[in-house]
């Protein structure tokens, strides 16, 4: 075959070829169309797709694409049968496949959808008015043949047939359970493709088409009122891989599949024991659950992986197939093999957290013992028991004392956070614990802040002489895992006094503005397609006897009832729309950034304690702790903890308002609620002073939906590495 340039020579100029238009003009049927409804997609914005030029005709891409049709001929005899039905019947073999698997579709409603997109699409025929294959062809003198279809009259770009066979397929893909989604969406896929191979389309006709299709898709989602979509996807998608450590990333994504476990809560970290460790082959995660959850968790996180196109499940060890789960990520080219692991509480697990009882027993010793094997545990935990019986530690209840026999993990950790501890504290005379109530022995320094009754959030207290050191008790696995969350402040309660008057009265119309919406919109899709308005369970969103008090149309939904109907509505519901561009979180985030100041201040008082350190006027001081350690087959392993005390946090505090103020944004590293492709109902921000990050801030929901998300905090590796 002759080059295209070659071609051009020979038989016409460039100009000239590219002045050819398509032949004719649309008959009496096609400007019926034209002139028809299109009404669910009247918010398109067509303007942006009347600036995607096709390749000019007399481009190298042009005929490269010619060539290619060419070759594609040789399979019309085996597609022959696709190419007709096709043709004239996009929505046919949609209704095989559902009719061949007994499955009910509303195609009712999809060919009123689909027939819409009509208008829009011959007007952007119309407009690019791109002669078809053959008659491009045929002016550059190349033999080319087509397959006769009778749908090949109008101009060529874009390609109607890829259009709405694709727009199809994701319509119809809604409303199948998730294992048939695949085979729709290539069905869809397929109609596009049988017109390149018939001759009747470019490929970048078919590639406008499946970019059309994709925007009419979104917009039919859209209720008319501009009201969130309610298509339901109650699973959540798996993070993205953009080229970060595999392991780390591994961690990320078990970790987004435990937090679509409510009923279970585990804890994520790398698994670094011999032949578990990431390796060539795979990425080891561990999580370290109470072991009669671990079967329930794999059944669970099976699901979700099955369940999630991002996801491939695959066989775990034989011998573990109760016990483990494995996955392919897309982005990974090896498995992530996630090992569940008891948390080491025997018996079935401990009534109480023994931890803070145990580490505040270790600090009225003069020295922490050194520990090697469980045998110097279990000495450990009777010499525990000794200071216990000694009245030495205050505060206690008989469950904590009870929780503590053979609780080697928690007691690994209370070792590590003593150690942590200034000796200068160590042979405390006597430790009061706080969580069941404060003793009158330290009732002065409970300080009341914030709209936080409990502002010093001591654990527990050290006494020694006339010296008392609060101590912030947390704990964690290893110096891999995620760190433990600092504050966990409901968002309203942090709105406290008249500075936030106008923030909360914008929040509260935003509330009712997108709840009401949900209610609305999920009460008229329920009365339409009762079928497909139910929750995981198989229940009606909304029950019959709250659809009637809800009236007809929501008549009875006010300002000031509207949380006891969202109580009412499934989480999963709620928290799909929660991820969409109208998120609730999107005028939130517009707050906090409007107020960024006055969030930041009151945030960095609340995480830090700062306003504690008047508190050393009575020889009073305060300190954050985290123990390290766990207990594995092959020892015990007990790492550094952590010591803050409020005078080192604020001297580096002082140290950073030399560089700025505080303040709070939204963390562009990560996806927002609100933003495309969401995976998670929550806001990542970053809380700086200057331009130094102390905290890494989420707000997303822990409980009723009717009540305000919850700030949670940890430190930001920059201000954990200063203050080391």
């Known amino acids: 075959m002759k080059t295209f340039a070659q071609i051009n020579e020979y038989h016409t100029s460039p100009d000239k070829i590219d002045k050819l238009v398509h032949p004719g003009k649309l008959d009496a049927k096609r400007l019926a169309q034209l002139k028809g409804d ?15 030029p096709f390749p000019k005709n007399s481009s190298t891409e042009t005929f490269n694409e010619l060539k290619l049709l060419m070759s594609l001929g040789q399979f019309r005899t085996q597609w022959e049968d696709e190419m007709v039905m096709y043709d004239t019947k996009v929505i046919k073999p949609f209704k095989d496949y559902c009719d061949a698997y007994g499955i009910e579709v509303d195609f009712t409603r999809i ?106 898709y979104r917009l039919s989602k859209m209720d008319s009122l501009g009201e969130p979509e309610l298509k339901l996807e109650s699973l959540e998608e798996s993070l993205e891989y953009i080229n970060q450590d595999e392991t780390e990333f591994g961690i990320d994504v078990v970790a987004d599949i435990d937090k679509q476990i409510g009923s279970i809560s ?101 020295s922490i013992p050194t520990i090697e094997t469980l045998e110097d545990l279990d000495a450990l935990i009777l010499k525990v028991k000794g200071v216990i019986d000694s009245a030495k530690v205050i505060g206690y209840t008989n469950l904590e004392v009870d929780a503590m026999e053979n609780d080697y993990d928690n007691l690994v950790k209370a070792v590590s956070a003593a150690e942590a501890i200034p000796s200068k504290y160590l042979g405390a005379d006597k430790v009061y614990l706080t969580g069941k109530a404060w003793s009158d022995d330290v009732k002065q320094f409970q300080v009341t802040k914030y709209g936080m009754k409990d502002f010093n959030a001591s654990d527990f207290i050290i006494k020694k002489g006339s010296t008392y050191c609060g101590i912030s008790l947390k704990k964690k696995k290893s110096s891999n895992s995620g760190d433990p969350t600092l504050i966990n402040k409901g968002f309203n309660t942090l709105l406290d006094g008249p500075k936030f008057d106008t923030v909360r009265d914008e929040l509260d119309d935003a509330s009712y503005t997108f709840y009401s919406g949900v209610i609305k919109t999920a009460q008229r899709f329920q009365q339409l397609r009762p079928k497909l308005a139910v929750d995981n369970d198989g229940n009606p969103w909304i029950s019959k006897a709250l659809d009637k008090k ?79 350690g766990r207990i594995l087959k092959s020892g015990i392993v007990i790492e550094k903890g952590d010591y803050n005390d409020v005078d080192t946090m604020t001297t580096k505090l002082d140290e950073l308002f030399q560089s700025g103020k505080p303040t709070m944004k939204l963390d562009s590293r990560k996806t927002q609620a609100f933003d495309k492709n969401s995976t998670a109902a929550m806001l990542h921000m970053i809380l700086s002073v200057g331009s130094n990050p102390v905290c890494d801030v989420t707000l997303r929901y822990k409980g009723s939906f009717s009540s305000a998300p919850s700030f949670l905090a940890t430190f930001s590796k920059e201000f954990k590495d200063s203050l080391k």
């Not at 009404?39 to 995607?52: E, P, Q, R, T, V």
């Not at 294992?179 to 017109?195: A, D, M, P, Q, Y």
């Not at 080891?284 to 996180?301: C, P």
């Not at 949380?563 to 709620?574: A, M």
């Open 266 to 366: 585990g804890e994520v970290s790398s698994d670094e024991r011999t032949g578990k460790k990431t390796n060539s082959k795979k990425v080891g995660v561990q999580i370290l659950l109470k072991s009669n959850e671990r079967t329930k968790f794999v059944n669970l996180a099976n699901s979700i992986v099955k369940s999630d196109s991002d996801l491939t499940l695959v066989d775990p060890t034989e011998s573990r197939i109760m016990k483990d789960f494995a996955f392919i990520h897309k982005g990974l080219d090896k498995k992530i093999y996630v090992t569940t692991r008891p948390d080491t509480k025997r018996g079935g697990g401990a009534k109480a957290d023994p931890n803070e009882l145990m580490c505040a027993a270790l600090c009225t010793m003069s």
């Open 550 to 628: 809800l009236g007809e149309k929501a008549k009875n939904l006010n300002s000031t009832n509207w949380k006891k109907f969202v109580n009412g509505l499934p989480n999963e519901l709620i928290n799909y729309q929660l991820k969409k561009k109208r998120s609730l979180f999107k005028p939130m985030a517009d707050v906090i950034e409007d107020n960024a100041d006055l969030f930041a201040d009151t945030l960095i008082k609340l995480i830090l304690k700062t306003e504690l350190k008047e508190l050393q006027e009575v020889n009073f001081d305060f300190a954050l702790v985290t123990g390290v």
């Open 111 to 216: 060919k009123h959808l689909m027939t819409q997109t009509n208008p829009i699409l011959l007007a952007l025929k119309k407009k690019y008015n791109r002669p078809r294959p053959v008659v491009l062809a045929k002016n550059l003198g190349l033999s080319m043949t087509f397959f006769p279809l009778t749908t090949s009259k109008t101009p060529s770009y874009p390609s109607g047939h890829a259009t709405q066979g694709y727009l199809v397929a994701l319509l119809v893909a809604d409303e199948l359970p998730l294992e048939h989604r695949k085979n729709v969406l290539k069905t869809g896929l397929r109609i596009g493709e049988s017109r390149q191979i018939a001759g009747a389309h470019y490929p970048s006709d078919t590639k406008f088409g499946l970019e059309l299709a994709n925007e009419f």
């Open 38 to 52: 299109y009404s669910a997609y009247k918010d398109i914005d067509f303007d942006s797709f009347l600036n995607k």
